[in-house]
């Protein structure tokens, strides 16, 4: 009996893993409302690919500024810490750019968005596998 249970939480594990969706995050970045979509979750060690929809206080779409995902790993014992950057490009009405994740663990992540001379961000964090 103890078999078959546990062959039946596998499966389910498995399951909800193949039909799991884009991990997703929104945030307030100044006056922006921001939706960020990774398309692994959870994220994993290699490239992942991120989308950043941005919206204006009236909630219409940001289509002329400059986005950059500025990603980190703080430092760990005998480690300095990652600090990386992806331009993202428009694509229609949302932000796309490539994260390449050189190790599991903690990950900073914070999009950086400028317009009018003026930058904001939205910062969150990530676990990668």
């Known amino acids: ?3 078959f249970v ?5 499966v389910l594990l498995v ?8 991990f997703e995050v929104k945030k307030k970045a100044g ?11 959870p994220p994993v060690v290699g490239t992942n690919n991120v ?18 995902v500025d990603y980190s790993m703080p430092a ?3 480690m300095p810490p990652m600090n990386y950057k992806a331009n993202a490009k428009l694509s229609g009405e949302v932000y796309k750019a490539t994260m390449n994740l050189s190790m599991g663990g903690p990950w900073n992540i914070a999009i950086k968005i400028s317009k009018g001379g003026k930058t904001s961000s939205a910062k969150f964090n990530i676990d990668v596998q």
């Open 15 to 22: 399951a909800g893993t193949a039909f799991a969706k884009d």
């Open 31 to 41: 006056d922006y409302d921001v939706v960020v979509k990774i398309d692994k979750n």
């Open 51 to 68: 989308t950043a929809e941005i919206k204006d206080a009236a909630g219409k779409p940001v289509t002329d500024a400059k986005v950059v």
């Open 1 to 3: 009996m103890k078999k």
């Open 76 to 78: 760990m014992p005998g």
């Open 6 to 10: 546990f062959i039946i939480i596998a």
